[in-house]
Structure formats: structure tokens, C-alpha cells
Nanobody, 126 residues
Framework: QVRLVESGGGLVQAGGSLRLSCAASGRTFSRYGLGWFRQYPGKERDFVAGTDWSGSRTSYADSVKGRFIISRDNAENTVYLQMNSLKPDDTAVYYC???????????????????WGQGTQVTVSS
């Protein structure tokens, strides 16, 4: 069992940056691949970024490549999403998730993730 708690969301102007954090409980944190998803009102969750157990393999949605960076600190049981050059289209609720099957290669679909956080709102003003 893994419990995930996101933080770091908020309001930022277009072009600005935010760093999301996701703290996990449990001693088996390094066994999971980790991902970030976002959800627009009335829409399904979309993959944003994912990482394997070590942080050495990462994957990104085309819409955030070159702007967002996912990283993890297994000693601190935390995964991060550094978001730069933010756009109004990045406004959404952001969720972190953990996937057993994503431990070796990052996975990018919601059904592959076993545990989810409660989400944090990111709002980018124009």
C-alpha cells in the first residue's frame, strides 16, 4: 500500500514556474514507477510525465517536453514535477501516481497505475 500526497500547486502567471511535490508513505517507494497526470474539468486524466524506479528513465507528453522535468528522491520518498514556461493551457488538477509495472520502464496510461494522490490545482493566468 502506498499513500501519495501532492503539494506545490497554486496560481502563477504565464511564463512562470512551479514545482509540484508528491510525498509517499511506505518503505517500498523505490519499487514503483511514478507518474504525473493532469485533468481538465469534465475530461479524463492525461499523462504528463513518468519515471522508472531510479529516475534514470523518463517519459513526457509532447505538450510538456522541454518545459517540465520529473525527478524523484528515493531517500525522501518524494517525486517532483518542475514546471517551467507555464501556459494557460497547463491549468488543471495535477495528480501523482505509482505503478508497479512502471518500475523498469515508465508507463503512460491511467489503468497501469495502482495508487493515486488526491490532486493539486495549478492555475496559470494569462
Amino acid at each position: 500500500q502506498v499513500r501519495l500526497v501532492e503539494s506545490g500547486g497554486g496560481l502563477v502567471q504565464a511564463g512562470g514556474s512551479l514545482r509540484l511535490s508528491c510525498a509517499a508513505s511506505g518503505r517500498t517507494f523505490s519499487r514503483y514507477g511514478l507518474g504525473w497526470f493532469r485533468q481538465y474539468p469534465g475530461k479524463e486524466r492525461d499523462f504528463v510525465a513518468g519515471t522508472d524506479w531510479s529516475g534514470s528513465r523518463t517519459s513526457y507528453a509532447d505538450s510538456v517536453k522541454g518545459r517540465f522535468i520529473i525527478s524523484r528522491d528515493n531517500a525522501e520518498n518524494t517525486v517532483y514535477l518542475q514546471m517551467n514556461s507555464l501556459k494557460p493551457d497547463d491549468t488543471a488538477v495535477y495528480y501523482c501516481a505509482a505503478a508497479t509495472v512502471g518500475a523498469i520502464v515508465p508507463v503512460d496510461t491511467t489503468h497501469e497505475y495502482d495508487y493515486w494522490g488526491q490532486g493539486t490545482q495549478v492555475t496559470v493566468s494569462s
